[in-house]
């Protein structure tokens, strides 16, 4: 499964969401589909994207959250994984893209490449709900039964360590940041 498949699968669905990604090839990818402002592409910070979009999950408790991590960006920080299970906000959806690889900085193989299991190291984390798939549409309906269990879940999907040719686009850190700060105040104000 190519991950910009996953991600088209996926993608109208995101439009009632706010959406968190890790840098480099995933947030290329979305961007690719077109760009929302209920989407925020966390830069530079390996491996805290689900810790954001916990913040964001408990702080907001009526908005549906999706992170896109990666296997890379995961490993860097598993204990993000036992924090998510702690508090474990019903309203979170954690998506990890495993390419068995650092994709975005050239492609080195992680852990996973050699056996690591994510969803099992989430399950004995404590994460209620915790799933492996590696088809397009196993994909697609794991997400969606995720999106409607009202409970976290974090769903490992198997991808191809392919992506774009380049990573930039034109849409920088801080507008993005304040767009998609913007975009919550609204969503608070029901427009
Ligand atoms: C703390 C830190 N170390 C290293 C990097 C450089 N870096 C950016 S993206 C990336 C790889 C991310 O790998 P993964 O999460 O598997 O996603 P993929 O690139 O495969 O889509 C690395 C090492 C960084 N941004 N921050």
Known sequence: MRRLDALQAVYPELERCVVVTIMGAVAAELQSIGHRPNFFYLQHAMGLASSVGLG????????????????????MNLGGLTTLARYRPRNLVHVVFDNESLLSVGGFPTATSTGSDLAEIAKAAGVPHTATVRGLE??????????????????????DAVGPSGYVTDLSLLENRYEFARHLKQLGRGE
């Open 56 to 75: 964001i999950a408990l702080g907001r408790p009526e908005l549906q959250v999706v992170v896109f991590d990666g296997d890379g960006s995961l490993l």
């Open 138 to 159: 196993e994909f697609r309906e794991a997400f969606l039964a995720a999106q409607k269990r009202d409970d976290l879940t974090t769903l490992v999907a198997k991808t």
